[in-house]
């Protein structure tokens, strides 16, 4: 894989949209093409004539981007510095999987162009690619939210969705930002229902305001805090953790529900954490500075320990299995343990994320999310390296993780610095 070296030109393009910059759709991919490569297949991926009269991806996206613009020129003036280039940067590529997920689809009868989860797979693209580019970390993790939710605002008010959605969402996503995303997504196309379209956000935005996550990531309150204030630290972490996934995941109304539901564990528990992360990422690094006395359960020594060999992918299913074994008879001696695997697919995951809470632990995510190229390097120095093509069909197969698939969510970058928490006091 060919991995190109920013230009001291494009950093300077990058830093120029946090300030007055209005670059068109062209001027976008000149500098940004060769580093986001679907970018170039914009102008060969065709759209619903319907839902997308103005033509194929290119133009449409050339078109949110001057809405934008305008938007920026007048009811978004208050919009600057890092907010302004990720909004810019989240308008550009807010269709970026459309090149990969464009297909004929028959809905109701009729055919259809339809390019489905492509906010998903857009996300889980660009995670190590942005992060390879002169931008702040703040920058990169608010444009992934963006990308990767931004049919989410239609979506909760269409399907009339709980407060609960909306609380979620506020924590993978900053609701403002997203808000004004769509406007400029339906406003930069021509379609025969874009009032109907813009109602549905203001809707959106009334609810997320109602809620109190306009702007703002869910979080409890110091009323609830006071509550469990006398608790051990241990016991705090449980029952906030606890509290903010259940009321998210819509089991209980209140926070408060959370200190009954948690007494019985709240002072002994498992702290169950899975590692996610392709090969070169960091993860091992990471075990020997953090594990502790935690119990570490690694595919890949399961695999030597069976086989002999950690790359013998033969007897995939017989090391699950005896990996999963081994991970509940930890969960039920209340012991720590780090789950060693890349776990780059959100259903192997969830999987094990289940495990632990059904087991009543609290569960940790740990993503690692360093650029390309730093991944590509690391995996050449390591002592047991995976073939580039191995390494390049797990970042084809990276599926980002959402904030709320586990209690708490941390992510580490290129320098293995955590840059990014929640889910915890």
Not at 82 to 88: P, T, V
Not at 189 to 203: K, T, Y
Not at 365 to 376: A, C, D, G, H
Not at 393 to 399: A, P, S
């Amino acid at each position: 894989m060919k991995l190109l070296k920013i230009s001291q030109k494009t950093d300077e393009w990058l830093a120029s949209l946090a300030q007055q910059a209005t670059p068109d759709i062209d001027e976008c991919v000149e500098h940004l093409g060769c580093h986001i490569e679907w970018l170039n297949e914009f102008k060969n991926t065709r759209q619903d004539p319907e839902w997308h009269a103005e033509g194929n991806v290119h133009i449409h996206t050339g078109m949110v981007l001057k809405e934008l613009y305008r938007l920026l020129d007048t009811e978004l003036r208050y919009i600057s510095g890092q907010d302004r280039q990720a909004l810019i940067l989240a308008a550009l590529l807010h269709d970026i999987a459309k090149p990969f997920r464009t297909k004929d689809v028959e809905i109701k009868g009729v055919i259809r162009v339809a390019c489905p989860q492509h906010e998903a797979v857009g996300r889980s693209y660009l995670a190590f690619k942005l992060i390879g580019l002169n931008l702040s970390f703040d920058v990169v993790w608010t444009v992934l939210g963006l990308v990767g939710e931004h049919h989410m605002p239609k979506r909760l008010v269409v399907k009339n969705q709980n407060r609960s959605d909306y609380l979620a969402l506020s924590r993978r996503a900053n609701l403002e930002l997203l808000y004004w995303l769509e406007v400029a997504d339906m406003k930069g196309r021509i379609c025969p229902d874009l009032s109907l379209q813009l109602q549905h956000l203001d809707e959106f935005k009334m609810f997320a305001q109602e809620y109190g996550v306009w702007n703002k990531e869910h979080r409890l309150d110091d009323g609830f805090l006071n509550l469990i204030e006398s608790e051990s630290d241990q016991a705090k972490d449980y029952i906030y953790s606890t509290a903010l996934f259940e009321m998210e995941a819509d089991l209980i109304s209140l926070p408060v529900e959370a200190i009954a539901r948690t007494f019985e564990y709240k002072n002994s528990y498992s702290n169950l954490v899975v590692l996610c992360g392709p090969s070169g990422s960091g993860k091992s690094t990471w075990i020997e500075e953090h594990a502790g006395d935690s119990t570490v359960i690694s595919l890949d020594n399961i695999r030597e320990e069976l086989d002999g060999n950690r790359a013998n992918q033969r007897n995939n299913g017989r090391v699950v299995h005896l990996a999963k074994d081994r991970l509940k008879e930890c969960l039920r001696r209340k012991q720590d343990i780090i789950w060693d695997a890349t776990n780059l697919r959100s259903d192997f995951r969830k999987i094990i994320c289940d495990f632990g809470r059904d087991y009543k632990a609290l569960v940790t995510l740990v993503l690692f999310l360093p650029s390309e190229s730093t991944i590509f390097e690391r995996n050449r120095k390591r002592e047991h390296p995976v073939p580039n093509d191995v390494l390049l069909k797990q970042l084809d197969g990276f599926q980002f993780p959402l904030v709320g698939e586990a209690h708490k969510v941390l992510v580490y970058d290129d320098k293995g610095q955590r840059r990014f928490a929640t889910g915890s006091l």
